[in-house]
């Protein structure tokens, strides 16, 4: 499986020649796993489920689990958009190995070469699997603060990675953004425009969304969760803030970070926003009656205890990040 980034490096003469110069700046955190693993995973690619969810959409669906050597670390939903020219992907998954099954899953539905890798923010389910399409054709897309946020955070996620996915984890390394995203760019792809926009801390502090005009499909990252239960490594009140302006984006489908491939648009966002609203208001409640983080985790939004899958696990830290967030408010 190795061959996979030689060609991508090797294939990459005849392409973009522009973004070449620009993508060798692209810097790769080599504290690599695959030392410590023993060798690395051999055999072939296996394919990877793709769902067709517009013209020239393709998306990946994670399953609401933890990263194993099952899942490869790809708990996270993926998109791919072709345009007339180049292709868009939308975060990368969990591992090299996984980055490398997706890489020959897309080789089965275009000869178009891939121009852009968008992460939608740090979570290593969502960008490990970048290492797999490094070239110096390849733009690495994140949000202005996503470089702060993998060097504070990349060698805690390589030690995750190793531990939680196993000898699958070998040689996945951190490649970080090549271009860097203030407010809004816009991404063209040959007769195909993606509006990529930084937001305000929400889920994360360095969250990007991307909409596909022509088909008004709206790529929220973990910004929706669909499902599974939100969870809050941002900002809560930010969160809330961020969705308001997102019901404006005038599409008429989302892809959600997690959860099925696609939804209607902006319904999606009416389960979240239950949650995230009533862990506001009951957090305040306890804080306001000098109560305890330990207290608030078993009561606040209890009623949301049987709507989402993963609630048992993540709950619990979404009030302990919520209460320190609006204890001085
Ligand atoms: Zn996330």
Redo the contacts with the bound molecule.
């Keep these: 499986m190795s061959q996979g980034i030689a060609r991508a490096v090797t294939g990459s003469t005849d392409l973009r020649p522009a973004l070449r110069s620009r993508a060798l700046t692209a810097w790769l955190w080599l504290a690599a796993a695959g030392a410590a693993l023993g060798p690395s995973p051999t055999g072939a690619a296996e394919a990877i489920q793709l769902t067709p969810v517009a013209q020239g959409i393709y998306v990946y669906t994670g399953p609401h689990a933890d990263a194993s050597g099952g899942n490869l670390g790809a708990v996270?939903n993926l998109a791919i958009v072709i345009g007339g020219e180049s292709v868009a992907l939308i975060d990368s998954g969990g591992s090299l190995a996984f980055g490398r099954q997706l890489r020959a899953a897309l080789e089965e539905i275009t000869d178009l070469p891939v121009s852009h890798v968008i992460n939608t923010?740090v979570?290593p389910d969502?960008l490990l699997g970048n290492a797999a399409f490094a070239s110096p054709t390849v733009e690495f897309v994140g949000h202005r603060r996503l470089g702060a946020a993998l060097a504070a955070r990349a060698a805690f996620y390589l030690e995750a990675g190793a531990r939680n996915i196993g000898p699958e984890f070998a040689g996945t390394t951190v490649v970080g953004p090549t271009l860097e995203v203030a407010d809004s760019i816009h991404i063209n792809l040959g007769g195909r425009v993606l509006k990529v926009t930084a937001h305000a801390t929400a889920?994360?502090d360095n969250d990007l969304t991307v909409f596909d005009r022509r088909t008004r499909t709206l790529f929220a990252g973990?910004l929706v969760f669909v499902e599974r239960l939100p969870?809050v490594?941002g900002s809560l009140k930010g969160w809330l803030a961020v969705m308001d302006d997102l019901r404006a984006v005038p599409a008429v489908r989302v892809v959600p970070?997690h959860g099925p491939a696609s939804a209607r648009w902006p319904g999606a966002l009416q389960a979240q926003e239950r949650y995230l609203r009533a862990v506001l208001r009951d957090v305040r409640a306890e804080i306001a009656a000098g109560g305890t983080i330990e207290n608030a985790i078993g009561w606040v939004a209890s009623e949301e205890r049987t709507k989402w899958a993963r609630f048992a696990e993540d709950h619990p830290r979404n009030v302990t990040a919520s209460f320190t967030e609006l204890e001085w408010e």
């Design positions: 996270g923010h979570h969502h889920h994360t973990d969870i490594d970070g």
